[in-house]
Each structure stands twice: as C-alpha cells, then as structure tokens.
C-alpha cells in the first residue's frame, strides 16, 4: 500500500492561504521542514497552489505531480495517486495544497504533518479539519507542531 501524507503549514485560525499565497511571512526553519519531510517524495499539489509557487523552486529528488480538481477531462484524486504510485514506485506521495487539494485527497491519507504557524490574520483559505476527523481521531496528538 502507498504511504499517502497530507503536509500543511497552518495558522492558528486555520488559515491557509489569502490572496493565492502564504498569509505570513517566511517562517525559520518551515522550509527546511517541509523539505526534511518530503525528502524523495512524489507530491501532489492542486494547479492554484502550483501557479503560486516561485519559479526557481529546487525540488531536489522530489517529483511534482499537479492536480487539476474535478474538471471535465482532469482524473479524480485516486486516478491521479494510482498514475502516481505506478510511475513513482516506492515514493511516499505527499498532498501539499491547496485547501480543495487536502479536501479531495483527506479520505486516501493514511498521516498528517501539521506544522502550526504563529498566525491569527486574515485568510481566505483555511484547512479543511473535518474532512481529516476520521484521521485525526486514529493518530490524535501525532502531528508537528
């Protein structure tokens, strides 16, 4: 079986996003983590998420895979981590955003790597907590924090 692990940076209200990007400043030590984490893994990030990424972004021996949501002629989520596990055997995959991305993908996560964020602004995209209850509830107190 695929490992599948949903990767977040989340503000203490939720937050996720605002405006298409990052709601706080570049933390220390969030992108280090997140490239710790997801070291020779196959990610998954949704087409908004992706369009709002630096351009020179060093994906090492990782592998980026971009999920287009339910659009007519786009595969669904387990369509996308089937092509996924057969052309990147053995590779962890990673769902790393956006917030309609975690939703779509919550219910084939087997773990959760929440990384909370110092934040209580504005956003308008928060993460999607009661699409990981189940999971949550299976490994309570296992997140980063």
Excluded at 17 to 23: A, I, K, Q, S, T
Excluded at 64 to 71: A, M, N, Q, S
Aim: aromatic letters at 10%; one cysteine or more.
């Amino acid at each position: 079986m695929t490992k599948i692990v949903a990767v977040a940076a989340v503000g203490q209200n939720g937050v996720i996003g605002l405006n298409g990007r990052l709601p706080w400043p570049a933390q220390d030590g969030e992108i280090p983590l997140f490239q710790e984490v997801t070291l020779g893994g196959a990610l998954i990030v949704g087409a908004r998420t992706i369009a709002s990424l630096p351009k020179r972004l060093d994906l090492g021996d990782r592998r980026l895979w971009t999920w287009y949501g339910y659009k007519e002629g786009h595969e669904g989520p387990i369509a996308l981590i089937e092509r996924v596990a057969r052309c990147d055997p053995g590779r962890t995959i990673f769902i790393c955003g956006g917030g309609a991305t975690y939703a779509a993908f919550a219910k084939y996560t087997n773990e959760l790597i929440i990384t909370r964020v110092n934040y209580s602004g504005p956003g308008d995209k928060w993460f999607p907590w009661a699409e990981f209850a189940a999971l949550r509830a299976q490994s309570a107190g296992a997140s980063r924090t």
